[in-house]
T-cell receptor
Framework: GENVEQHPSTLSVQEGDSAVIKCTYS??????FPWYKQELGKRPQLIID?????GEKKDQRIAVTLNKTAKHFSLHITETQPEDSAVYFC???????????FGEGTQLTVNP | GAGVSQTPSNKVTEKGKYVELRCDPISGHTALYWYRQSLGQGPEFLIYFQGTGAADDSGLPNDRFFAVRPEGSVSTLKIQRTERGDSAVYLC?????????????FGEGSRLTVL
């Protein structure tokens, strides 16, 4: 089955700096890669996703890049703000309705 | 409803007891998923339903765990003879249609503590 690894496990940045979180996956058939944000005690919420037919996707301060050859994808947050502080999870799946496999999560702390 | 609703939000039980966790998905969502999240970990897949049938139950850890969705809407996760290792947050999620992978909408979770 799919295996997703995520790095780093913790990341601390100053407000206004950029943050990058990286994930690798094992199953070359995976072609849908979402990122979820989970604030303490809250539900995971989708912030951005990418499908394998594109290499990059942006949404305001958030971007995701995908390298299918190397089987890795990354989340980029620019101009970080304290409210970006949360745990971020990457995930991977095939589009045929199979389950999402999540990474272990990255605790992002943005210091004012 | 407006979002995925899970009850109870917290459940404390003793080792060996039986528990039921309920999930009410977003109206119209045909796919329903159960995940388990331990402290400091990512959600771990348990089972998903497309309609009333369990399309993939390969994530259920053993036969003490069972889930149903008899009318294709509300689902119940059932855990028999609970063990301390079952303590976790059980997350339910729904999506419009499992065959068209898109956003999963998660509930707030049911925190299970087995003493």
């Amino acid at each position: 089955g799919e295996n997703v690894e995520q790095h780093p496990s913790t990341l601390s940045v100053q407000e206004g700096d950029s943050a990058v979180i990286k994930c690798t996956y094992s199953d070359s058939a995976s072609n849908y890669f979402p990122w979820y944000k989970q604030e303490l005690g809250k539900r995971p919420q989708l912030i951005i996703d990418i499908r394998s037919n594109v290499g990059e996707k942006k949404d305001q301060r958030i971007a995701v890049t995908l390298n299918k050859t190397a089987k890795h994808f990354s989340l980029h947050i620019t101009e970080t703000q304290p409210e970006d502080s949360a745990v971020y999870f990457c995930a991977a799946t095939k589009t045929s309705g199979s389950r999402l496999t999540f990474g272990e999560g990255t605790q992002l702390t943005v210091n004012p | 409803g407006a979002g995925v609703s899970q009850t109870p939000s917290n459940k404390v039980t003793e080792k060996g007891k039986y528990v039921e966790l309920r999930c009410d998905p977003i109206s119209g969502h045909t796919a329903l998923y159960w995940y388990r999240q331990s402290l400091g970990q990512g959600p771990e897949f348990l089972i998903y339903f497309q309609g009333t049938g369990a399309a993939d139950d390969s994530g259920l850890p053993n036969d003490r765990f069972f889930a149903v969705r008899p009318e294709g809407s509300v689902s119940t996760l059932k855990i028999q003879r609970t063990e301390r290792g079952d303590s976790a947050v059980y997350l339910c999620a729904s999506s419009l249609n499992a065959a068209d992978t898109g956003e999963l909408f998660f509930g707030e979770g049911s925190r299970l503590t087995v003493l």
